[in-house]
T-cell receptor
């Protein structure tokens, strides 16, 4: 059963703590993405990766870090430097960064800072 | 800053009516256009893709693209209460990045 999984579904973070959000896909997609969504707003790109061991910053990368050691996995770390991390985090994947680049989303992780 | 603009709504239509959702984009070189449906608390789901001028139909959904006017729309025929959701317009721009609008909230009234 192909798809994108994200864990955990809900995550609570204390001030000054780093947390890591998991994203795994078994669609054999080359490209993976992390977005952030705040209430009533569209999605904003945090980081993306087109191939293993390579990734680029999106529009709002400050306070976040990623790694792409395996094609299937693209974890996102929200560091203590991210001052307002409470949001809905969405991972997506696509065949590649081509013109007709249909992106498919995982179920999301809702992060709350206590 | 490349932009994708949508009316935030809420847009309310009676059951069985046609819902019309609109989107404009600023990057004239954009080539690929998508509509996602997002239910409350859930992740976006791709429902339509369109790449060339004109209409593209899929079941009750029709996407319309006019590149000269930099305008893309989504029509939902025979609207059902289950269509109540936020609809996100997304555009791949000249930098091959997917940019999302802020979404239009649609409510279909029984």
């Amino acid at each position: 059963d192909g798809g994108i999984t994200q864990s955990p579904k809900y995550l609570f973070r204390k001030e000054g703590q780093n947390v890591t959000l998991s994203c795994e896909q078994n669609l054999n997609h080359d490209a993976m993405y992390w977005y952030r969504q705040d209430p009533g707003q569209g999605l904003r790109l945090i980081y993306y990766s087109q191939i293993v061991n390579d990734f680029q910053k999106g529009d709002i990368a400050e306070g976040y870090s990623v790694s792409r050691e395996k094609k299937e996995s693209f974890p996102l770390t929200v560091t203590s430097a991210q001052k307002n991390p409470t949001a809905f985090y969405l991972c997506a994947s696509s065949i590649g960064q081509v013109i007709r680049n249909e992106q498919f989303f995982g179920p999301g992780t809702r992060l709350t800072v206590l | 800053q490349k932009e994708v603009e949508q009316n935030s709504g809420p847009l309310s239509v009676p059951e069985g009516a046609i819902a019309s959702l609109n989107c404009t984009y600023s990057d004239r070189v954009s080539q690929s256009f998508f509509w996602y449906r997002q239910y409350s608390g859930k992740s976006p789901e791709l429902i339509m893709s369109i790449y060339s001028n004109g209409d593209k139909e899929d079941g009750r959904f029709t996407a319309q693209l006019n590149k000269a006017s930099q305008y893309v729309s989504l029509l939902i025929r025979d609207s059902q209460p289950s269509d109540s959701a936020t609809y996100l317009c997304a555009v791949i721009d000249s930098a091959r990045q997917l940019t999302f609008g802020s979404g239009t909230q649609l409510t279909v009234l029984p």
